[in-house]
């Protein structure tokens, strides 16, 4: 916590004056009953916000703590105890349901560094985000248990809240895990800047959690006045805890970097090496003339130096505003949605063909979705396995091709029923004799359109400085961190039957801090988990080439398309992928 303050990015003004977070002193210290005042209301029911266990929260502080005794004492940014602290994270929030993704910070941050964590709840209204973050680093001198794991296992045990309680969304919810904090907010300000103008308009506010439980700790508040900060103020003004302006971190910790593009931003501290004063310690309890805490930046800084009593107001405040911000408070009615992939095939008389019917459920529960086709001419029929799924699931559907069908398109509805009904096309083209319809099938190919289909290791899609995209403005940026990694993107389709040819082509540029012709770092096309095509350092060059390779033994099939980059622990290549395609014809 509390790097140095960085320079403004030119033309962008701060939202607001940046403001900390604080909490009760440590049990070792903590103030007399008398010391705090009781509560003088509850604020507004926040959708009902639920309370937070805060031994749970110290359950996750107990295993950053051991991460880091297994590796050299800390958790920084460039070691494996950072590496193994967002496997801990990450593991606990792909069980609960989130979409997570590692994102590498491929420009701004120190060498080695390891990823943002970044994981949505996947319910509630896209064009309406609230953010709630915190370093998951810690400094080389100790384990860093309330900077930061104070923060970051409040947060992680929020969001485990939040998919336990599966309350209806009025908003979406995305949390981030940072890397290289302590290093000048390197991790988040990478992810702020890989974002486009919409998606930062989305973010409604971000709430930044940075050393939540200092031993001689007093509550702070970031941008206490600002309408962001409202409902974190309500909660800790319910409990008559006077919280004050966080002065200490303004600029300091990781809300600063959303602040310099205009993003609203607040949340809670306890404060770090500044010292306490009369005033604060007579409305708070603890030591005057102390350092809020005395571990700062130091080897003690272990599970021993933490403040439960403030961690648990933390932990509720954070809940509470999560819900207010983005818990509906009206139950949605239940609906669905149907989709089909590939929407469109062809067939020869005689023989069948398959797709993907995908359902999900768009708002309130999920529930039993009945499917049907209609359109098919004589001679055609459809059916599905499973004939009902759960809204959510999938099912497949074989459509067969009597042997006297004549060539043409034939248009049919593919309806899905439940508490409603909603349909989707499916085009199908019975040939002739040698008849063949060409056709693309990869998906967002060029990566203009986010990351879907793609799947993987998504964070390497998007616009980062460094590269440049063959066409728009997107691609898929592999490996070049310069140490030993790996990223695979891919995604599954299907090679219509009936043509002879079908020919992968895509743009590749590579670039190489490599010498010489030895291979170190590679590139590979797999088809079905089987390597296809190799490149590497090697065949580094200027700009981009475009590559070719056959796959018309795959005419007729579903196949898994991986495009997968290998990095040594020496020098960087980057592999750059643009403007996919994978026609027949």
């Given at each position: 916590?509390?790097?140095?303050?960085?320079?403004?990015?030119?033309?962008?003004?701060?939202?607001?004056?940046?403001?900390?977070?604080?909490?009760?002193?440590?049990?070792?210290?903590?103030?007399?009953?008398?010391?705090?005042?009781?509560?003088a209301?509850?604020?507004?029911?926040?959708?009902?916000?639920?309370?937070?266990?805060?031994?749970?929260?110290?359950?996750?502080?107990?295993?950053?703590?051991?991460?880091?005794?297994?590796?050299?004492?800390?958790r920084?940014?460039?070691?494996?105890?950072?590496?193994?602290?967002?496997a801990?994270?990450?593991?606990?929030?792909?069980?609960?349901?989130y979409?997570?993704?590692?994102?590498?910070?491929?420009?701004?941050?120190?060498s080695?560094?390891?990823?943002?964590?970044?994981?949505?709840?996947?319910?509630?209204?896209?064009?309406?985000?609230?953010?709630?973050?915190?370093?998951?680093?810690?400094?080389?001198?100790?384990?860093?248990?309330?900077?930061?794991?104070s923060?970051?296992?409040?947060?992680?045990?929020?969001?485990?809240?939040?998919?336990?309680?599966?309350?209806?969304?009025?908003?979406?919810?995305?949390?981030?895990?940072?890397?290289?904090?302590?290093?000048?907010?390197?991790?988040?300000?990478?992810?702020?800047?890989?974002?486009?103008?919409?998606?930062?308009?989305?973010?409604?506010?971000?709430?930044?959690?940075?050393?939540?439980?200092?031993?001689?700790?007093?509550?702070?508040?970031?941008?206490?006045?600002?309408?962001?900060?409202?409902?974190?103020k309500?909660?800790?003004?319910?409990?008559?805890?006077?919280?004050?302006?966080?002065?200490?971190?303004?600029?300091?910790?990781?809300d600063?970097?959303f602040?310099?593009?205009?993003?609203?931003?607040?949340?809670?501290?306890?404060?770090?090496?500044?010292?306490?004063?009369?005033?604060?310690?007579?409305?708070?309890?603890?030591?005057?003339?102390a350092?809020?805490?005395?571990?700062?930046?130091?080897?003690?800084?272990?599970?021993?130096?933490?403040?439960?009593?403030?961690?648990?107001?933390?932990?509720?405040?954070?809940?509470?505003?999560?819900?207010?911000?983005?818990?509906?408070?009206?139950?949605?009615?239940?609906?669905?949605?149907?989709?089909?992939?590939?929407?469109?095939?062809?067939?020869?008389?005689?023989?069948?063909?398959?797709?993907?019917?995908?359902?999900?459920?768009?708002?309130?529960?999920?529930?039993?979705?009945?499917?049907?086709?209609?359109?098919?001419?004589?001679?055609?029929?459809?059916?599905?396995?499973?004939?009902?799924?759960?809204?959510?699931?999938?099912?497949?559907?074989?459509?067969?091709?009597?042997?006297?069908?004549?060539?043409?398109?034939?248009?049919?509805?593919?309806?899905?029923?439940?508490?409603?009904?909603?349909?989707?096309?499916?085009?199908?083209?019975?040939k002739?004799?040698?008849?063949?319809?060409?056709?693309q099938?990869?998906?967002?190919?060029?990566?203009?359109?986010?990351?879907?289909?793609?799947?993987?290791?998504?964070?390497?899609?998007?616009?980062?400085?460094?590269?440049?995209?063959?066409?728009?403005?997107?691609?898929?940026?592999?490996?070049?961190?310069?140490?030993?990694?790996?990223?695979?993107?891919?995604?599954?389709?299907?090679?219509?039957?009936?043509?002879?040819?079908?020919?992968?082509?895509?743009?590749?540029?590579?670039?190489?801090?490599?010498?010489?012709?030895?291979?170190?770092?590679?590139?590979?096309?797999?088809?079905?988990a089987?390597?296809?095509?190799?490149?590497?350092?090697?065949?580094?060059?200027?700009?981009?080439?475009?590559?070719?390779?056959?796959?018309?033994?795959?005419?007729?099939?579903?196949?898994?398309?991986?495009?997968?980059?290998?990095?040594?622990?020496?020098?960087?290549?980057?592999?750059?992928?643009?403007?996919?395609?994978?026609?027949?014809g």
């Open positions: 916590m509390l790097r140095p303050r960085r320079l403004s990015l030119a033309g962008l003004a701060l939202a607001t004056a940046a403001a900390g977070l604080t909490l009760l002193p440590a049990s070792a210290e903590a103030a007399p009953v008398s010391h705090l005042p009781t509560a209301h509850a604020p507004a029911p926040a959708a009902t916000a639920p309370d937070i266990d805060v031994t749970k929260v110290q359950a996750h502080l107990t295993e950053l703590n051991a991460i880091a005794s297994r590796n050299g004492g800390n920084r940014s460039t070691g494996q105890g950072y590496r193994d602290s967002v801990y994270v990450k593991g606990k929030l792909q069980a609960a349901g979409t997570v993704t590692e994102q590498a910070c491929t420009s701004g941050c120190a080695g560094a390891g990823p943002n964590l970044i994981a949505e709840w996947p319910h509630g209204d896209t064009s309406k985000v609230y953010m709630f973050g915190s370093h998951l680093d810690s400094v080389s001198a100790g384990p860093g248990i309330n900077d930061n794991g923060g970051s296992a409040t947060l992680l045990e929020v969001a485990l809240k939040l998919a336990q309680n599966d309350p209806s969304m009025a908003a979406r919810v995305r949390f981030g895990w940072w890397t290289d904090e302590e290093q000048g907010l390197n991790g988040s300000d990478f992810y702020v800047r890989s974002l486009t103008s919409a998606q930062r308009s989305a973010i409604k506010a971000y709430y930044n959690f940075d050393m939540v439980a200092s031993p001689n700790g007093g509550y702070f508040i970031n941008h206490i006045t600002s309408s962001a900060a409202a409902p974190m309500a909660y800790w003004d319910s409990l008559n805890l006077q919280p004050e302006e966080n002065t200490e971190g303004a600029g300091r910790s990781d600063y970097s602040e310099n593009y205009g993003i609203p931003t607040s949340g809670y501290a306890m404060g770090a090496s500044a010292v306490k004063t009369s005033a604060q310690a007579a409305k708070w309890g603890g030591t005057a003339g350092a809020y805490d005395r571990c700062y930046h130091s080897s003690c800084d272990t599970t021993s130096n933490i403040n439960a009593a403030g961690l648990n107001r933390s932990a509720d405040g954070v809940a509470y505003t999560l819900w207010k911000q983005a818990v509906s408070d009206t139950v949605p009615a239940n609906d669905f949605s149907v989709s089909v992939n590939p929407a469109t095939g062809s067939a020869d008389p005689g023989t069948t063909l398959t797709a993907t019917v995908s359902t999900a459920t768009t708002s309130g529960s999920a529930q039993t979705v009945n499917l049907s086709a209609t359109g098919a001419p004589a001679g055609v029929t459809a059916s599905f396995s499973p004939a009902s799924v759960t809204s959510g699931a999938s099912s497949t559907i074989t459509v067969s091709v009597g042997s006297s069908v004549p060539p043409g398109t034939y248009p049919l509805t593919i309806t899905g029923t439940g508490t409603g009904t909603h349909s989707v096309s499916y085009t199908l083209t019975v002739g004799a040698g008849g063949c319809t060409p056709s099938v990869i998906s967002n190919g060029g990566f203009e359109s986010g990351t879907a289909p793609w799947t993987g290791d998504t964070g390497a899609i998007g616009t980062f400085s460094g590269q440049s995209a063959h066409s728009g403005s997107r691609y898929a940026w592999l490996a070049g961190y310069g140490y030993a990694a790996t990223d695979s993107v891919g995604q599954t389709v299907v090679v219509p039957a009936g043509c002879t040819k079908a020919t992968l082509r895509y743009w590749l540029h590579i670039d190489t801090a490599e010498s010489g012709t030895t291979v170190y770092d590679t590139f590979q096309v797999k088809v079905n089987t390597a296809k095509q190799t490149y590497s350092n090697v065949d580094a060059a200027t700009g981009y080439t475009e590559r070719t390779l056959d796959l018309s033994q795959y005419v007729g099939q579903q196949v898994t398309l991986t495009l997968t980059a290998t990095e040594d622990s020496g020098l960087q290549t980057s592999f750059v992928v643009d403007d996919a395609t994978l026609t027949t």
